[in-house]
């Protein structure tokens, strides 16, 4: 359909009048506030790495790999319990 968004589109239309200004604002408040929304996201699976990894690592220091794994084994035929 187009190639724009519509709220850039209706910059180029001919006295588009307040109504539908009043909406293309909207739309782009709503972009806007995706965007930082997203931005959080990004944020936040960010520190969930981070602390993952600290945690795994405070793990490793009072258990061996085969432990670990083990608990791991466990974890997954938790999973697909009836």
Same mark, same amino acid.
């Given at each position: 359909? !187009?190639?724009?968004?519509?709220? &850039?589109?209706?910059?180029? !239309?001919?006295?588009v009048g307040?109504?539908?200004?009043?909406? $293309?604002?909207?739309?782009?408040a709503?972009?806007?506030? !995706?965007k930082q $929304?997203?931005? *959080?996201?990004? %944020? %936040?699976?960010r520190? !969930? *790495?981070?602390?993952?990894r600290?945690?795994?690592a %405070?793990v &490793?220091?009072?258990?061996?790999d085969?432990?670990?794994?083990? $608990?791991?084994?466990? %974890?997954?035929?938790? *999973?697909?319990?009836p």
């Open positions: 359909m !187009l190639s724009n968004p519509i709220e &850039k589109v209706i910059t180029y !239309l001919y006295e307040d109504p539908i200004l009043s909406i $293309a604002a909207q739309v782009e709503k972009v806007d506030a !995706l $929304a997203e931005a *959080k996201v990004v %944020c %936040c699976r520190k !969930l *790495k981070e602390s993952r600290l945690l795994l %405070c &490793k220091h009072g258990y061996v085969s432990e670990i794994e083990t $608990a791991d084994a466990m %974890c997954n035929r938790q *999973k697909y319990r």
